[in-house]
Structures are given as C-alpha cells and as structure tokens.
C-alpha cells in the first residue's frame, strides 16, 4: 500500500498542500490529499514500518532519528491523533458520508444538501469542531431519511430548494419521525412560498454564504437549549410545536385588521401585542434570515414596521402562523382568556418600571411571553396540566412548585426551551425560563429581574380584581430584597392594580 493513499483519522481528509508550502510534495501525492490546510505532512519525514494486512485499517510503529519524538508528540497533540497512532487507509474517493472523529463527540449533526461541492466547503469549514460534533452528510432527502431512520441525530440543516424532496418536505418528515430533532433551514434561497412551507416545520432560519462561526454559534445554542429540559420525552413534546396556540378573538380581530385596505401598522402591532402565541412567531420570523436584518428585533412594533402588512398578510393568512385553541375536553382551573390578560397585565407593568430603554424593550416581550410554556402544556399535555392546576389550587401552593413533582420540569424551562429553539433574543429567552428562579440571576434590574417583578405584581393584581388563584405570593423576597426594591413595592402594587382595571379593547 501507498503512502500517497493514506487518510488521517484525525481529519478524515487531509487537505492539499501547496507548492509554496511545502515544495517537496507534488503530483500524485498531493492527489491522494485534496483540501486547502493540510497539516499531515510529518507522515512523509517521518521513518515508519507497516504492520497487518487488512487493506482497511494498519497501524505503525516509529524508528524515532534523534529528536523526532518530541516533534512527533506536538503534532500528533495538535491533530488529535490517538496515543496508539491509527490511521485509517482508504481510497481518495471514498463514499463514506460520516466524517471520522478521534473521540467521542457530544452532538450528531446531519448537513443535506444535493451541491456535493457545497457539502465538502461544510466539511471543511467544520473540521475544528470534530471532537464536538459527529457530521454526516446527505445529498437529498430521502438520503437524510434513510440516515434518521437508522442513527440518533441531534440537529438536522437542510437547504431548501432540492429535487424531488425539497427543505420542507423534509422537515415534516422529520417532524414526523423524530420530533426531537432541531430543524434548521440553511438555504440562499428566500422567498414567500419558501416561507409559507417552511415555517410551520422549522425551528430556525439561516441565509447562505453563512459565517463559519455565526453557524456554529447557531448550532451550540440551539443544542444548549437541552441544558433547559433535560427530559428527552418532554423535548420531543415541545420540538414537535410549529405554533403555538392563539386565542380565537385575538385571531379574528387580527385577520379583520389585515384584510381592510387602510388599516396601519400601529393598529395591527396593537393587536399582536395582545396574544403570547402570534407575539413569539412574529418575533421568531422577523430575527430569521428570511428577512436578513442585522439587528434583534426585541418588540413586536418594530417587528410589524420590519415585515411590513403584505408579508404579514402572507404569513397570517397563508402560512397561517397561528392556530386558534380549541381545546378537545375543558381544563378546570385553565383559562386562555384570563391566560392572556395575565400576560398583556405583565406586559404594561415591565414597560413602567424603571429600566434602561435596552432593557425594558426586551423585558416587555419577556414578561407577555413568560408563562407561553402554559400553552404547551394546555395544548400537548392537558390531563397532566389540570393535574397539576388541581394540586396547586388545593395545596394553594404555585403552579411552579408542583409541576417538576408531576413532569419533572416546569412550563417556565418548557416555554424558555421552545424560543429558544426559535432563536428568539437570548435576553428574552432567559428571562422567560428563569422567571421563577431568579437568584441564579446576576443582579440588578435587568431583564430578568424585570420580568420576575412583572409576572408577581401582575398575579397579585389579578387576585385584587377577583380572579381565582391559589392565594400565595411569586415574589423570591431574599431576591427583591439583594435588588434593593423592596421599599418601591408598595408603589409598583398600585400602579399594578390600575393597569389591571383598564379595559384591554382589540
């Protein structure tokens, strides 16, 4: 066998070297090693002497010249190559998809593409992060079918334009089979049948050419959001969600609004505003790369003037971004009407209370969607949430202290997990997932800490006006008390009470 036919199971693909670089290597040698950063080159000054006869697989053994053992370990430390010194022989055109790691990686990814040029470019561009991540590659759908359907993946990106099975199509298959499995649309085709099929069944949204790192940066957050729901089951759960669910007036006054010729965008933002479910899909649309901004979009009045009415038009009434609930049996104790005057009383109560404008215009958003884990919940798991609302009411306990008792997490980490899969502003994401728990937070009234607020006066301002509630406070005192506000309470409560016995008119 040839030394020109080796392949390192460091890289999987030694790149090519050039002429410049190394002037020594040239013709069939730098054939049998293609790519742009080769760094195996101590392979050819190295002495070695061959052992086995399996045409797959030897090993080696080194004749250390003086002083090459030290060299010899820097590399060999630098590429990752394992203290027994593999290597992997096999033809330059080998059909293997998976690129081969040194050690065992944390997370699967599956990359579809039909370029078979623009899947080496990913391979490449990826090759630092294969002690992180195992890649596989697929050239069209049913190819990344057949991969699902034989192997766990953690993140599936596909483009969208493909023969025969398109972006989309995939999605929903995937949805279908594994619904926990991150979907990611990574395509430089955009337009608005794209979108209309494709946002029902993806989670995130990004635009070709794209960043190395700005990719990998979406990946490892969309993979960290596990850290937030440890339970596989309750994340296939929560994956499985395109929308979540819409109070059905809010619906109906929205599409009234898009359709009249001479509406505005203030009036339709108003109405948004007024609904958890359509607040987070508009938000999660308008920081995708369908629409290329370069900035986060963190309220929902920005996020109208940016898409504008026809897209809304598009979107609301095509796509249908929304669902409106309808529940199959009544959950005693739930209510999406108080539900979301709960959530829009939150919302006016973080947009008063003393904040940078950075932060307040983040911490509104965080406190209408602070409880959007309920409507997961209500809508995927009502027998456990009336449960749960029936031991809370009689143990007057808060809901967030019974439900990791009944499902092992809470609908704060459940709502937190699913913007983040939505790669809303990681702010607003964390807010919403830690509202409860607030004394991991860092101090100071940020985004965090407005929110907590919010969601507590809100509740008690909600038992002052006569709704039913357990009768218990969702104040974490030791922390008000270290943000040095326990003294504005008193005031925060009357302002709370006030806002709670204006009408909300749509």
Same mark, same amino acid.
């Given at each position: 066998?040839?030394?020109?036919?080796?392949?390192?199971?460091?890289?999987?693909?030694?790149?090519?070297?050039?002429?410049?670089?190394?002037?020594?290597?040239?013709?069939?040698?730098?054939?049998?090693?293609?790519?742009?950063?080769?760094?195996?080159?101590?392979?050819?000054?190295?002495?070695?002497?061959?052992?086995?006869?399996?045409?797959?697989?030897?090993?080696?053994?080194?004749?250390?010249?003086?002083?090459?053992?030290?060299?010899?370990?820097?590399?060999?430390?630098?590429?990752?190559?394992?203290?027994?010194?593999?290597?992997?022989?096999?033809?330059?055109?080998?059909?293997?998809?998976?690129?081969?790691?040194?050690?065992?990686?944390?997370?699967?990814?599956?990359?579809?593409?039909?370029?078979?040029?623009?899947?080496?470019?990913?391979?490449?561009?990826?090759?630092?992060?294969?002690?992180?991540?195992?890649?596989?590659?697929?050239?069209?759908?049913?190819?990344?079918?057949?991969?699902?359907?034989?192997?766990?993946?953690?993140?599936?990106?596909?483009?969208?334009?493909?023969?025969?099975?398109?972006?989309?199509?995939?999605?929903?298959?995937?949805?279908?089979?594994?619904?926990?499995?991150?979907?990611?649309?990574?395509?430089?085709?955009?337009?608005?049948?794209?979108?209309?099929?494709?946002?029902?069944?993806?989670?995130?949204?990004?635009?070709?050419?794209?960043?190395?790192?700005?990719?990998?940066?979406?990946?490892?957050?969309?993979?960290?959001?596990?850290?937030?729901?440890?339970?596989?089951?309750?994340?296939?759960?929560?994956?499985?969600?395109?929308?979540?669910?819409?109070?059905?007036?809010?619906?109906?006054?929205?599409?009234?609004?898009?359709?009249?010729?001479?509406?505005?965008?203030?009036?339709?933002?108003?109405?948004?505003?007024?609904?958890?479910?359509?607040?987070?899909?508009?938000?999660?649309?308008?920081?995708?790369?369908?629409?290329?901004?370069?900035?986060?979009?963190?309220?929902?009045?920005? $996020? !109208?003037?940016?898409?504008? #009415?026809?897209?809304?038009?598009? @979107? /609301? =009434?095509?796509?249908?971004?929304?669902?409106? &609930?309808?529940?199959?049996?009544?959950?005693?104790?739930?209510?999406?009407?108080?539900?979301?005057?709960?959530?829009?009383?939150?919302?006016?109560?973080?947009?008063?209370?003393?904040?940078?404008?950075?932060?307040?215009?983040? $911490? !509104?958003?965080?406190?209408? #969607?602070?409880?959007?884990?309920? @409507? /997961? =919940?209500?809508?995927?798991?009502?027998?456990? &949430?009336?449960?749960?609302?029936?031991?809370?009411?009689?143990?007057?306990?808060?809901?967030?202290?019974?439900?990791?008792?009944?499902?092992?997490?809470?609908?704060?980490?459940?709502?937190?997990?699913?913007?983040?899969?939505? $790669?809303?502003?990681?702010?607003?994401?964390?807010?919403?997932?830690?509202?409860?728990?607030?004394?991991?937070?860092?101090?100071?009234?940020?985004?965090?800490?407005?929110?907590?607020?919010?969601?507590?006066?809100?509740?008690?301002?909600?038992?002052?006006?006569?709704?039913?509630?357990?009768?218990?406070?969702?104040?974490?005192?030791?922390?008000?008390?270290?943000?040095?506000?326990?003294?504005?309470?008193?005031?925060?409560?009357?302002?709370?009470?006030?806002?709670?016995?204006?009408?909300?008119?749509?």
């Amino acid at each position: 066998m040839r030394r020109s036919e080796l392949t390192c199971s460091a890289c999987g693909d030694c790149p090519k070297p050039s002429s410049t670089q190394f002037p020594g290597i040239t013709g069939r040698k730098q054939e049998a090693f293609p790519g742009a950063d080769w760094t195996c080159w101590p392979l050819l000054i190295l002495p070695m002497h061959w052992h086995g006869r399996s045409p797959r697989r030897v090993t080696m053994s080194m004749a250390w010249p003086p002083g090459i053992g030290i060299i010899w370990r820097l590399w060999a430390w630098r590429t990752g190559l394992t203290s027994g010194g593999s290597w992997r022989a096999e033809s330059p055109s080998r059909k293997d998809s998976r690129m081969p790691n040194p050690s065992t990686p944390s997370k699967r990814i599956l990359f579809v593409d039909d370029e078979p040029c623009l899947l080496q470019g990913l391979q490449r561009m990826l090759h630092s992060q294969r002690r992180q991540w195992d890649l596989s590659f697929a050239k069209s759908g049913a190819e990344a079918l057949a991969l699902i359907e034989t192997a766990s993946f953690d993140v599936v990106v596909t483009d969208m334009r493909m023969p025969g099975m398109d972006g989309a199509a995939l999605l929903e298959r995937v949805r279908e089979l594994r619904p926990g499995i991150i979907r990611i649309v990574l395509s430089g085709f955009f337009d608005m049948e794209a979108a209309v099929r494709a946002v029902p069944v993806a989670h995130q949204f990004l635009a070709k050419p794209c960043d190395p790192e700005k990719l990998r940066a979406a990946i490892d957050r969309a993979c960290g959001c596990n850290d937030m729901l440890p339970d596989e089951n309750t994340r296939r759960i929560v994956g499985a969600i395109g929308k979540l669910p819409a109070l059905p007036r809010t619906c109906a006054a929205l599409m009234r609004a898009l359709e009249e010729p001479e509406v505005s965008l203030e009036e339709v933002g108003r109405i948004i505003e007024q609904d958890v479910g359509i607040t987070a899909k508009v938000l999660q649309l308008v920081n995708s790369a369908f629409f290329g901004l370069l900035r986060e979009i963190t309220t929902v009045r920005m $996020a !109208v003037n940016y898409l504008g #009415l026809e897209t809304l038009k598009h @979107l /609301v =009434l095509t796509a249908e971004i929304f669902r409106t &609930f309808h529940p199959e049996r009544n959950i005693p104790g739930f209510s999406l009407e108080e539900f979301q005057e709960h959530s829009r009383l939150a919302g006016q109560i973080a947009a008063r209370l003393p904040a940078s404008k950075a932060v307040s215009s983040s $911490a !509104v958003i965080a406190a209408v #969607l602070h409880d959007a884990g309920k @409507l /997961v =919940l209500a809508s995927r798991l009502p027998q456990e &949430f009336a449960l749960m609302l029936r031991v809370s009411a009689k143990d007057r306990r808060p809901l967030h202290t019974v439900e990791p008792q009944i499902i092992g997490t809470g609908h704060a980490e459940i709502g937190g997990y699913l913007l983040g899969l939505w $790669a809303l502003p990681p702010p607003i994401v964390d807010a919403v997932c830690r509202h409860h728990r607030p004394e991991a937070g860092e101090g100071g009234l940020d985004v965090l800490a407005i929110t907590h607020l919010a969601d507590a006066l809100a509740y008690e301002a909600a038992a002052i006006s006569g709704n039913d509630h357990p009768g218990c406070s969702l104040f974490d005192e030791e922390y008000v008390s270290r943000l040095g506000v326990a003294d504005q309470l008193p005031e925060w409560r009357e302002l709370a009470a006030q806002l709670a016995k204006a009408p909300a008119n749509l």
